[in-house]
Structure formats: C-alpha cells, structure tokens
C-alpha cells in the first residue's frame, strides 16, 4: 500500500521527502520500488564520490535547477552537510523544484536540519513521518509529527502529535481526517466570531438610533442564553460536518490542494463573516424598530427572536451533510427559547408574544436578514463552483 500512499499524497499536492540514513543504492531502490519515483521522472545523483567541496555541490545544484524538472533529487549525507552549512536556502530553493528529494545516509540532526530549512525557506508547512528512535529529532522540528509502532520500538510514536500502526494509514489521517479538522475548525471559529460580532453590531446600531444612550438592548439572562443554551448546540455541532463522503475524497486526492487556496479561511472569508453580521445586525436593529411597538419590551422580543432565528438558520445553511445531533441541536434550541420566553417575563411580554403579529414581524425580519444572503451564495456558487460541487452527491 506504500505506493499507492504516496501517489496519493503526490495528486494531493503533498511533496515528499525522504530522509534515511541507508546508503545511496539502498535508498534509490526504496524510492523506486515504493513509487517515490513515478515512471516518469529521472534521477539525479549527487554522490560525495563526484562532488567534494563546496563548490562542486553548488555547480551541481545549478545544473540540477537548469536540467528537467521531473528529476528526482537524490543527495547523499556529505553534499547534504556542505549543502545546509553553506547555502542551506539555495539547496532548499532547488530542491523544493524536484517532484521528490532522497536524502541518503542522513544523521538524525541533519534529518531535523532538513525539517527546519524547510519550514523556513518555503514558508511551507512541514509533516514528518518517522519510526524509529532516529527520527525523534526530526519529528519535534516538523509542524506536526506522525510515528509509526514498528518493529524499532514505540519511541518515534511516543514523541509525535499523531501515531499510525502502518504507512498506509497516512492517506486517511491527512486526506480525510486532516481535510474534516481544518475545514470544522476553520468553521466553527469564523462562526463563533461572527455570533460575537453581530450581537455587538446590534448593539453599536441601537445605541446611535436612540442617540446613545447608556443601555444596553439585551440585559441579563438575555446575555447569558445568547451564548449558552440558545446558541451554543448548533454552532458546536459544525464540528460534525462532512463536506464530502470518505470515498469521494479518496477517489480524488487533488480537493486536498482545495484547502490551500483560501476558500475556507483566509482574510477574505474573514471579513466575508464580518460584513455579513454588519448586514444582519442592521437588518434584525431597524427591521425592528421599522416594525416598532409602543412598548420597548416589545422591541427587545422581536430583535432578540429575529436574532435568535437567524442564527439557527446561519447554522444550518453551512451544514453540507446532516447528522441527528445537529437535527436535535436546531431543534432543542428553539424549543428551549420558545420555553423560556415564558420564563423571563421581565424580557418578554406574553400577551404580545402570543399574537400573530408578533411572529409575523419576527418571520418577515428574520427571512430579510437571512434570504438575500442566501441568494448571494447561490450566485456565487453558480458562477465560481468549488472544485467539490460537480462530485458532492445531490
């Protein structure tokens, strides 16, 4: 299963390296026999048997960056020690070319040398997989460390974030649990910070339509619920969220490269969130007072509902696929905050909210706040398809 690990993680667009301390002939049979060299790409050697200074690895490098780029880089542990103590970025720069690299008879500093000028030169993030007590070094200088139980004991395993019993179990840990992790997590805080945000937009804007005055719209429990038990549930469930089935990503290992592009975090979602609760918050404040009452009580119950609503189905157009727990999230909440409001009186008028035109005016604000966000989306998506859209199942 070696082989078709690393095909792979190479479709993904993972570049690979292999640090080991086998001598040069052993470690190009390796690389050749578990498919590190694809049928198309060449190998060239760089042996301290040719090259002996300095300056001999630095012309060969540069003949290296002027040859094909479908050569695999083998280098073996003198040229890689002249390579990192005299021009470490400019080995980084060519090597980072090559599809793969082969760093032969490597001590295990010089393994945790590789990792380091890696990570600086590239600006890349680094993952080192490891299983044997050699690799320990490498291991804690990777951005995340992955050792393998093998027959050289557990402590490779022992100083890494994550252990795998075999090499093959690589694909599913970075593919699908890896791509699921980053895109909840990415998620779930671009959420929690609009929650934050859009209660604070309410707020900035009742503040200068009632010529700012010192209070605050949502007081006390109403405060407390908004980021406990009416909101908490849904936002959290997102963390059970899969975009696509365990299947469809394996069949197409290329939506890894997705991730990279931004379309999930990055500073142009980020503020997406933002204007989004600017937009909301205004919609919810002065669809509120445009609908007002002659009671403030009354203004707070609707503003606070609509919010509240618009939260819930926040939530739920971000989910891609369902899951009875998010099911049961939506829909204790709202039985919950339904439950309460005749709880809290001192928030909410119960003669006033058991009217239909309460519910009405709570319906049409929520639906303005949330539907032409929608619409946006749906253009969007029309327009410019993430890679996935044409394999999500309908």
Same mark, same amino acid.
């Given at each position: 299963d070696v082989p078709a690990t690393l095909e792979a993680?190479? *479709?993904?667009?993972?570049?690979?390296?292999m640090l080991t301390g086998d001598k040069v002939e052993t470690a190009t049979c390796i690389a050749v026999s578990a498919g590190l060299k694809a049928r198309q790409h060449s190998l060239t050697i760089l042996s301290s048997q040719s090259i002996r200074t300095p300056s001999q690895t630095q012309e060969a490098l540069e003949r290296f960056a002027m040859g094909p780029s479908e050569s695999v880089l083998v280098v073996d542990g003198?040229?890689?020690?002249?390579?990192?103590? *005299?021009?470490? *970025?400019?080995?980084?720069r060519v090597a980072a070319q090559a599809p793969a690299v082969v760093c032969c008879r490597c001590s295990p500093t010089q393994k945790a040398d590789v990792v380091r000028f890696v990570k600086k030169f590239t600006g890349r993030r680094a993952c080192a997989v490891?299983?044997?007590? #050699?690799?320990?070094?490498? !291991?804690?200088?990777?951005?995340?460390?992955i050792g393998i139980v093998g027959k050289e004991g557990r402590q490779a395993s022992l100083a890494a974030d994550f252990s795998i019993t075999q090499?093959? *179990?690589?694909?599913?840990?970075?593919?699908?649990?890896?791509?699921n992790a980053y895109q909840r997590s990415a998620k779930l805080a671009q959420f929690v910070i609009h929650r934050g945000l859009i209660i604070a937009f309410i707020q900035v804007i009742f503040s200068a339509i009632?010529? %700012?005055?010192?209070?605050?719209? %949502?007081?006390?429990?109403?405060?407390?619920g908004y980021a406990t038990y009416y909101t908490m549930a849904p936002v959290f469930s997102l963390v059970l969220d899969e975009e696509l089935p365990e299947d469809v990503v394996f069949m197409f290992p290329e939506l890894y490269? @997705?991730?990279? #592009?931004?379309?999930?975090?990055?500073?142009? @979602?980020?503020?997406g969130w933002v204007w989004k609760s600017i937009y909301q918050a205004a919609v919810v404040m002065m669809g509120a007072v445009a609908l007002f009452e002659n009671s403030f009580t009354n203004v707070v119950s609707i503003t606070f509902t609509a919010l509240i609503l618009a939260e819930l189905l926040n939530v739920a157009s971000e989910i891609q696929?369902?899951?009875?727990?998010?099911?049961?999230?939506?829909?204790?909440?709202?039985?919950?905050?339904?439950?309460?409001?005749?709880?809290?009186?001192?928030?909410?008028?119960?003669?006033? !909210?058991?009217?239909? @035109?309460?519910?009405?005016?709570?319906?049409?604000?929520?639906?303005?706040?949330?539907?032409?966000?929608?619409?946006?989306k749906a253009v969007k998506k029309t327009l410019q398809p993430p890679q996935h859209a044409k394999l999500a199942s309908p």
């Open positions: 993680l190479r *479709h993904a667009g993972v570049k690979v390296w003198r040229v890689l020690g002249a390579a990192l103590q *005299h021009f470490p *970025h400019y080995f980084v490891g299983d044997g007590g #050699n690799d320990v070094s490498m !291991i804690q200088a990777a951005d995340v460390g090499f093959s *179990h690589l694909r599913r840990l970075l593919l699908w649990h890896g791509r009632f010529y %700012f005055i010192p209070l605050a719209i %949502f007081q006390g429990w109403l405060q407390v490269q @997705t991730l990279k #592009n931004g379309r999930v975090l990055s500073v142009k @979602t980020f503020f696929t369902w899951h009875p727990l998010m099911i049961a999230s939506e829909i204790c909440t709202v039985v919950i905050y339904i439950f309460s409001m005749f709880i809290l009186r001192s928030y909410f008028d119960i003669t006033f !909210i058991m009217t239909l @035109t309460f519910w009405a005016k709570v319906t049409a604000v929520t639906l303005v706040s949330w539907v032409p966000i929608q619409i946006f």
